[in-house]
């Protein structure tokens, strides 16, 4: 009885091997780095960011460096980065300290997830649109957008009820120790910066 090769097998298991050899326990991680390759703009985002951070007391977000990089706002990049700082939290202290969710939400987000969590620790009930609208003085549709990321991040999901979104079970500790604090700060003749 023989047994035949197959080539694929061999595909299949470099990574694993390769993530073994070198140390690591999450082959899976190995097994798909290709796959979520950061593209050329979030290479300068992340780069960006690293610089950054590493000024004392700066703790600026995904959103604002790429405004301070001229770079259109891009959802789908900017959760690509969020999640490239969850695998990768030996990046940079800030990552390990403030956790890398604290990143990825930018301010009107903050204030969408803050009204939100208010509401249900106060009320044991979730807004509607309009009482958000009115409270956050954001128009409904703009609430409606923003929820779509803040799902796609994982702090909400799809829900029967009145904002149509639930809160994570560990949603008070999602947003690492600053929650869903933000200060964004300004000096003359730099461009705005995170603090914490």
């Given amino acids: 009885m023989g047994y035949s090769f197959n080539s694929n097998y061999y595909l299949l298991l ?6 073994i050899a070198c140390g690591k326990s999450d082959w899976k991680a190995a097994a798909t780095k290709e796959e979520g390759k950061l593209s050329a703009d979030a290479e300068k985002v992340v780069e960006y960011l690293l610089t950054d951070w ?3 007391f700066h703790s600026t977000d995904i959103s604002t460096a790429m405004d301070n990089l001229g770079m259109k706002q891009d959802d789908k990049m900017r ?3 969020g999640e490239h700082f969850r695998e990768n ?9 403030w956790g890398p969710n604290n990143y990825l939400l930018n301010n009107d987000e903050k204030r969408i997830a803050k009204y ?5 620790e106060k009320n044991n009930r979730y807004p509607t649109l309009s ?3 009115i409270a956050l003085e954001f128009e409904e549709e703009y609430i409606k ?7 796609e991040a994982g702090l909400i999901h799809p829900s029967d009820n009145e904002i149509r979104y639930s809160l994570v079970d560990k949603y008070n500790t999602w947003g690492g120790p600053l929650r869903y604090n933000f200060h964004t700060a300004t000096v003359e003749g730099e461009k705005p910066f995170g603090v914490w």
């Fill in 89 to 97: 939290t030996n990046l940079a202290r800030n990552l390990r300290y």
């Fill in 131 to 133: 009482e958000a609208s």
């Fill in 54 to 56: 590493d000024k004392q």
């Fill in 145 to 151: 957008e923003r929820l779509v990321l803040i799902n």
């Fill in 79 to 81: 959760l690509q980065i």
């Fill in 116 to 120: 939100i969590i208010f509401i249900f």
């Fill in 14 to 19: 470099f990574p694993i091997l390769f993530s």
